[in-house]
Every structure is written in C-alpha cells, then in structure tokens.
C-alpha cells in the first residue's frame, strides 16, 4: 500500500529481515512472462508456478561471482559493523581515513547530483541497475516515489539493506539478479540509471561480440522504459586525454581502450593482468568495451535512442558535483582555461599544461576529449509522447528562467541547463541556464529530505533584502547583487531562480599568469573592492537583529590551543554582518563599469570580526612574489602565499595596508587592533571549516587556517598590520 509522504513522495511498506518486500513495482516471470507474487519464501509465477526464492526479504533470480572495490573479507567486516552500529559509522570508521575515495562513493549522495536536470517528475518509477553500495539508489528514493535497485553481488545487497532499513527509505524494491534476469515488464520505468554498467555487461556475458551484447542490454533496457522515459549513462570516454596519459583502463592496463579491439585483445591474453576490481578471464580478449562521444551516440541510435545529451563530469562519472553540457562549448572552455590558470597558480607554473590547454582547445579536441561523460539518451525526442508525463524540476525551471527573459523585451528563445555545480556531501546545487545570446539565469537547487535544505529558502530571502536595500542606496551598491527572481518547490525539491550577475569572475582574472605583472590594474580591483565594503557595511548593520539567533559563536575567534588569558584578552572585540564566504570567487567585477557585483550569500551572518570580508579577499587573490614553477604533486602554494601576501614586505603588501587603514577610517575602527582582528579572522575561517562538516574538502581547509593561526602567532611583529608597521 503506498503512504503519502511530504513533498509528493510516496511510500511502500516494506519489511526487513523477516519479512517480505510488498513491490511497488510488479515483476514478470524470467520463463512464461507471468504475473510473480510475492510470498514470504518465495516469488512464485501464477502462471507456470515457478519460484525464485527469497533471503533475508529480498527477492533473487541471479547473482555473480564476487567482486568489488575491496577484497570479500573486508565487505563482510564493513556488513557486520554497519549491523552493529550504522551504516555511515561503518564505512566512515573503515574508508574515511584509508580510502577517501570509497567513502565518497559510498557515502555522498551528491554523486547522483544530476537528478535536478533529469526531465522526469517526483511521481516517477526509476530502475538503478548494478547500485553496488546503495548511494544512488539512495539519492534517488528521496526524490522519486517508487525506485528498484538492483544488484547482483550478495554482499553489496547485504550492506544496501542495512541502509536502506536504517535509513527507513521504504520506496524502494531491493532485488538481487543479473542485467540478464531482469523481471520487469516492458515500459514499467521512466529512468533507468546505468552508472559505470555499460562497460562491463560483455565481461559478465562472455560470449558474443561485445558491442553486439552491449546493444542487446541497451535495446531490453529501452524496452522497459516508458516512451518518455530517460536513460542515464556514466562512463569513461574511449579517447579521453587521461588514456593517452596511461589511465588504468578497465582491462587492468593501460592504453588497451586506445588500441584496435583486435590488439588490445592480443595484448590482454599476452599480458594476463590481475585486476582487483574483476575477474576477468583475459584468455577471453578484450570485451569491457568504451567510445568516444559519437561512438557512443551511434550506439544508442542503433539500439533505438532517438536522442543523446552528453555532458562532462568535470571530476569523474562517479563524482559528478560539476558537470558541463558538451554542446555549450563556451562553458567548456571557459572552464578548461580557468582550470589550468588555477593549477599553475596553485600548483606551480608548468609549461606543458599551458601548451595542452592551448592546443586542446584550438583544434577542438577539449570538447571530444573529456575523460569522462554523463550521457542523457531518450527512445523519443518529444518527452510527451508519454501520456502519463510528470512536469519535473528542470522543465518548470527553463520556463521560468525563460519567461523572465522574455519578460524584459527579449526575443523569445529556447532556454537549456548549460552548467551543474555542487559539492561532495553537501546539499545544494547551483544550476546555469543558456540561451543561444548568453547567460539567462540561475538556480540554487536542494532537497528538503536532507540536511540544510532550508539554507536555499534563507539565502533567497536576504537576497531579496539586501537587492532592495543596495539598490535604493545608489553607486556602488546598486546593481551589486544578483537581481531575486522567483522561489520554487517541485516534489522534494526546492530552487531559488536568480538573474545572472554581470562581470567575470574576479578568481578567473586574478588567477591570469601575469595578473601580478601589472599593479596597476590589481591596484584599482583592489580600491573596488574596498570602496564596496566601506558602502555596505553600514547597511550590513541594519541586518544584525535577523541574525541574532544564528550569529556566529564568539568563541570560535579563539583556538584550542591559546591559552585563557589570551581568550579573555578577546572580550571587547565588536561583531559585524558581513558576507562570511567574500573570496574572489564569489565576486564578479565589469571592468569597464568599474561595477562589482557579490554573489552567494549563504554564509552572511552576524558576529564575524571586523574586515573579516576583506581579509578572506586578499587571502584569495593567492598573491607571490613571483611566479612559482611546478611543485611536487600533492603541494600548493597556499603557506607561501599567506607568508608573502602578509608576512614580507612587497608592493602588493603596501596596497593592502593602505587600503586596509582607509577602510578602517571610514569605518572608525582603531588601527591599533587590525592585527587582533585578523587574528580573529585566521580562527573564526578555521572553525568555519571545521564546522562545514557536510564537504569534505572543508576538512582540509580547516588545517590549513590552523597552519596559518599558529604561524601567525610565532611571527606577530612580522605582520604587515602589526601596530610597528603601520
């Protein structure tokens, strides 16, 4: 029976261990095409009588030998842990630590971060077949209202229905069987996920041509798709640069997805490499076939898609938080170039990155030559050929992003999702939308079956706020944030829509090789950036009721390790509402305008020290004094930067004293206690990482920030704000 549930989600029930799942969706019979019921022991045909049994409430038809991401001895320990205690102490006690990258793929449910661009509603049935430890199956029953997970390896299943119980997610059926032994009926799903799959089934089913059994998977999986239904890919690209740079291909070796099939296949045989991801049988050849971009559109084609959207996961298939449609090259370029700006800032200067960016882009093999891709791929080009077709999220979204275009005295014209942006484990997502002319608008996107979702909702209401009061104060507030369009719930999900800011990027400029070069320049981005901050601050203070409630812990403006007199030292200090994530990031700069424009306001809060906003800007604009040849893998420039931008004199370090005394004129702040407020600012950056539990790349900018307090406390008189110095 289902239970309605907030959001438009539905529920069935379902009983684990020792009972039986009541489906959601029916199962056919693997013989006679019969209806199967389900009983305690078994699921037994109506028709033919036949029984697959049922273990521990979860149907099996098929299984496969074990393999996995670790050996079978270290899943029955994570099994036996994740019983006793829960599943997420599980897997964080044993890969949190040893295995970052397992623990993300098991534990962050933003590797299905593209669920807000998926053209199917809340109401909808989704298939997640081979769904390993459970994330995406997870992700997908809090936005979907029935979802089958399928899996064929006993173990993986034994650690999803812990989850799944745990978790009291009771809309999904979990079945045990193979893509061979698929017990649904024809047109039974409107998604269908096959993340990291499609490579495989050649493997698995080791007979045949390979691409002849890939088109067989792919044709039973279109059939069991609704006419309007979606299926989505992720997989690596066959011509991917990182295969011409020896990426481990799915044979266990390198370079094998480059070669002629024919030659790979020689090859494995010849090399019989252990791989402990598989058991493949290398006498057997080469049969874990990829393609590029167009090999894998004519594939589909071929197997009866009509369409195929692909996009760049720009960190991997299995970690989608940014993901750029292909077709909308200007994004992809932009990205590529600020990428390799970014690195050779950060990670040193190299001048075979540079000339790869360079020449990738210029014979346009950047676009074809993307490691990896999330493809989209529909049996019908029109989504209302199904009858039954739910309006999603994204289709609400272009309509609205588009009406406000044409609303201003536009050209009507079609409005497409260009860019998907999030984070690891956390719970938004920002989405861009294009039209042929630009840039039309943007969407922050969350669910509201998790953690901070409420965020979305605040962060739109002090926009609306602060729009209205920086326009009504004139140059050079006025036109300084994002103009507030609309706030939409769709199902589980809940979206801000926002104009787009004007300007680039500041981090994209300043990240420029030769930015430093010219001081002139940084100079006058420097002096908009301050004249900005001494505008809004005071209307900044009008805020400080709203945020009375949540402001930030003065004790954060202390670490652990100072001792009590230096904390009660602290007692006097002022409090200000200040943007709380100013880094150039978040601002956009028209240099022609001389206009700035400040995005992003979730983390505007009250009782943040002084010049706090500030100090996070210079922070990082990553300044040196020259510039920094490659490092050794795993080094940034991050301590270098902090000591020549605050601790040696420079004539970047001259500007920022001087503009950092004319701020604190305007704003009556003692020049004496500049140094005791970016002390407070390197501890309050510290435990705002920390705090930012939900990232877990927060984790690592949390030390750093330590790093730099304890620096800073060993070499005060050195600072360029200490009282000596200015």
């Known amino acids: ?28 019979c693997l013989r006679c095409e019969g ?57 964080r006690t044993r890969f949190k630590e040893s295995n970052p990258e397992l623990y993300r793929y098991a534990a962050d449910l933003n590797r299905a971060s593209w669920i807000p661009l998926l053209p199917i509603g809340p109401n909808s049935t989704v298939l997640d077949i081979g769904s390993g430890l459970g994330a995406l199956t997870h992700a997908l029953a809090l936005n979907y209202e029935r979802v089958v997970s399928m899996e064929p390896i006993t173990e993986r299943v034994r650690f999803t229905r812990i989850r799944l119980e745990q978790e009291g997610l009771t809309n999904v059926d979990l079945i045990q069987t193979t893509i061979d032994a698929m017990p649904f009926h024809d047109q039974t799903f409107d998604l269908i996920v096959l993340n990291g799959i499609l490579e495989w089934v050649a493997a698995w089913r080791n007979t045949g041509d390979p691409r002849n059994v890939q088109l067989d998977v792919l044709r039973k999986v279109r059939r069991l798709l609704k006419p309007g239904g979606v299926l989505l890919i992720g997989i690596e690209n066959r011509i991917g640069f990182e295969s011409f740079l020896g990426r481990v291909d799915h044979s266990g070796l390198s370079f094998t997805g480059l070669m002629p099939r024919w030659v790979a296949s ?20 080469y049969r874990t076939y990829t393609y590029s971009p167009s090999g894998y559109s004519r594939l589909l084609r071929e197997a009866g898609f009509a369409s195929v959207d692909h996009w760049w996961p720009r960190d991997g298939y299995n970690l989608p938080h940014v993901m750029y449609r292909i077709a909308d090259q200007a994004d992809i370029r932009e990205e590529a170039l600020h990428q390799c700006n970014a690195v050779n800032r950060i990670n040193g200067y190299a001048y075979r990155r540079v000339l790869k960016q360079r020449v990738m882009e210029k014979t346009g093999l950047l676009y074809s030559m993307v490691p990896d891709l999330v493809m989209l791929a529909r049996p019908s080009t029109n989504g209302s050929d199904n009858h039954q077709h739910d309006t999603s999220m994204i289709e609400r979204l272009e309509r609205i992003v588009a009406d406000v275009r044409d609303g201003r005295g536009a050209r009507p014209q079609r409005c497409h999702a260009s860019v998907l942006m999030g984070h ?41 706020k602060l729009h209205g ?59 908009h950036v301050a004249e900005w901050l001494v505008a809004a601050q005071p209307i900044l203070a009008r805020l400080q009721s709203d945020f009375a409630a949540s402001a930030i812990p003065f004790e954060w403006r202390t670490m652990p390790t100072q001792s009590r007199s230096q904390r009660s030292a602290l007692s006097d200090r002022c409090s200000w509402v200040q943007h709380g994530d100013f880094f150039p990031t978040n601002l956009l700069l028209d240099e022609a305008s001389h206009r700035l424009c400040v995005i992003d306001w979730d983390s505007c809060n009250a009782g943040y020290p002084p010049l706090f906003d500030w100090f996070c800007f210079v922070t990082g604009l990553y300044y040196t004094h020259h510039r920094v040849r ?46 005791d407020y970016f002390a407070d600012y390197l501890a309050v950056r510290h435990h705002q990482f920390e705090d930012d539990r939900d990232s877990g790349s927060k984790e690592w900018w949390g030390r750093l920030f330590r790093e730099f307090h304890a620096f ?4 005060q008189t050195r600072c360029i704000f200490h009282p000596s110095r200015i």
């Open 35 to 91: 209806p199967v019921r389900s009983a305690p022991q078994a699921m037994q045909c109506a028709a033919c009588g036949t029984e697959w049994p049922v273990q521990d409430g979860v149907p099996f038809y098929s299984s496969a030998e074990y393999f996995g991401e670790v050996s079978q001895a270290e899943m029955k320990t994570l099994i036996q842990l994740a019983s006793q205690t829960n599943w997420r102490t599980a897997i």
């Open 712 to 715: 800073f406390t060993e070499n």
């Open 266 to 285: 020689l090859y494995l045989k010849m090399r019989r490499p252990g791989f402990h991801r598989t058991l493949l049988d290398s006498s057997l050849g």
């Open 630 to 675: 490659r490092l050794p893998k795993g080094q940034t420039i991050d301590a270098l930067s902090f000591r020549q931008t605050f601790f040696e004199p420079s004539w970047f370090a001259d500007r920022i004293v001087a503009l950092t005394l004319q701020i604190s004129t305007a704003l009556h702040l003692d020049r004496d206690r500049i140094l």
């Open 424 to 464: 690891q484990l956390r719970n938004k997502s920002i989405i861009k939308f294009r039209i042929p002319s630009g840039i039309a608008g943007i969407c922050k996107v969350a669910n509201v079956h998790l953690p901070r979702a409420e965020a979305v909702e605040h962060a739109y209401r002090l926009l609306q």
């Open 1 to 28: 029976m289902l239970n309605s549930e907030p959001g438009g989600l539905a529920s069935v029930d379902i009983r684990f261990p020792d009972g039986v799942q009541t489906l959601s969706v029916p199962h056919k």
């Open 469 to 527: 009061l920086f326009e009504s104060a004139g140059p050079p507030l006025s036109g300084s944030t994002p103009a507030p369009v609309t706030l939409v719930t769709h199902g589980p999900l809940i979206a801000s829509v926002e104009a787009p800011a004007p300007g680039v990027l500041l981090n994209r400029t300043s990240m420029e090789a030769n930015y430093f070069a010219d001081p002139q320049r940084v100079t006058r981005h420097l002096e």
